[in-house]
């Protein structure tokens, strides 16, 4: 049965067309049900289910285990190993386990790295790059070297484009700008300049240069694991010119002389780092991740791209995110409307940031394929029966 065009229904036509799109969904998941979500975001179900199996088995629980015991370091090891795995993580660098997420990193890089007499380099893509330099504003002298801001945050630069302080202790960037959907399609190369990024929302998603980098952070909760882990990988260099006066819980050296267990770790979090890390060698690894978070991302884009301006994208071609497909619908009450339909049809988590409105698709790499296929249908009908 074909949805007819919405301007010209009565109330009952327009909740039989409603019904004809949730029943185009359900073929595809007879849950019928898509977390879109920013974070905390959708996790395998392998990984769930696994994870609640063990959960209840008596003597099993890693919830119930001291993260001193022998069981509990064997977690840790299987967690770091995965990570080392799949990012090709060399020695010379320090896999750490830390809390107080992304946020907390903005804060703990300037004040360990920012040095006296020198400055320290933040190319600006979108809003948390922004929060990040202003933390280290209140460090030290930090400079925006490069900044989107007055076209949006649509876009990243150019290679060419970045010219670092030969004084610079560090550059920063953000690989992946969640809010606007901006992400960068190469490893920032600092030259002499070592480089630090926060890849909260697109690490794991595909291979990456890890020897690009003195220092890589990210908040686990999109692609990793469950909120409330935070993983840093550092280079033994970094860490031994960190500074030896700071606070134990503030300190990388600190944090990695004594194996991410200056206090009691997220035990659970970490554990299921690890189970993330075994379902996505079973996917095989980043790069079959990479060409599905393609294909996924595709899906979504040639919807607004074949819809005539119905749906407009927030980034630039070059620089969208296969992680967060940002985009507008021309009006408030178109997109309110929307979120509605959507929502009815089993779609949720759409809504985009607060801070900027309009909408946002978060497909991280547990997010299905079919899921991405089902919305563009549903965009496509609610185009038709809306425009």
Not at 290 to 302: G, H, Q, T
């Amino acid at each position: 049965m074909p949805v007819k065009a919405e301007g010209v229904l009565s109330v009952d036509d327009r909740l039989i067309n409603r019904r004809i799109v949730c029943e185009r969904i359900k073929t595809v998941d007879s849950a019928n049900y898509y977390n879109f979500s920013a974070g905390p975001a959708i996790m395998p179900r392998s990984v769930l289910a696994r994870a609640r199996e063990e959960m209840l088995s008596p003597g099993r629980s890693v919830m119930e285990i001291s993260h001193r015991s022998d069981r509990f370091l064997s977690i840790l090891d299987a967690a770091e190993s995965g990570i080392r795995e799949l990012l090709g993580v060399p020695q010379g660098y320090k896999v750490l386990f830390l809390q107080g997420g992304a946020s907390l990193q903005f804060a703990m890089v300037p004040m360990n790295f920012l040095v006296s007499n020198r400055t320290a380099d933040y190319v600006i893509t979108g809003a948390w790059g922004t929060k990040a330099l202003a933390e280290a504003k209140s460090c030290g002298e930090a400079r925006e070297i490069f900044s989107t801001a007055e076209t949006g945050f649509r876009s990243i630069p150019e290679e060419a484009e970045l010219s670092f302080s030969p004084q610079a202790s560090y550059a920063h960037y953000t690989s992946n700008e969640t809010i606007d959907g901006v992400e960068f399609n190469y490893d920032l190369d600092g030259k002499a300049v070592p480089v630090i990024c926060d890849a909260s929302s697109n690490i794991l998603s595909k291979p990456i240069d890890i020897e690009k980098y003195a220092l890589l952070y990210a908040g686990a909760q999109k692609n990793i694991g469950p909120s409330g882990v935070t993983l840093v990988i550092i280079r033994d260099e970094m860490i031994a010119a960190a500074p030896t006066g700071l606070s134990p819980m503030l300190s990388y050296r600190s944090i990695a002389e004594n194996r991410s267990m200056l206090n009691t770790p997220n035990t659970w979090g970490i554990y299921l780092v690890g189970l993330v890390c075994e379902w996505l060698r079973t996917q095989g690894g980043l790069a079959s991740m990479k060409s599905k978070n393609e294909r996924k991302a595709a899906v979504i884009y040639n919807a607004i791209d074949m819809s005539d301006g119905f749906y407009q994208g927030h980034a630039e071609r070059h620089a969208r995110s296969m992680m967060n497909v940002t985009f507008r619908l021309g009006s408030q009450d178109r997109e309110t409307h929307f979120v509605s339909e959507a929502e009815a049809a089993g779609f949720h988590g759409l809504r985009g940031h607060r801070s900027v409105g309009g909408m946002r698709a978060s497909i991280y790499n547990a997010f299905p394929h079919e899921g991405c296929e089902a919305l563009a249908g549903f965009m496509q009908d609610f185009a038709q029966n809306n425009g």
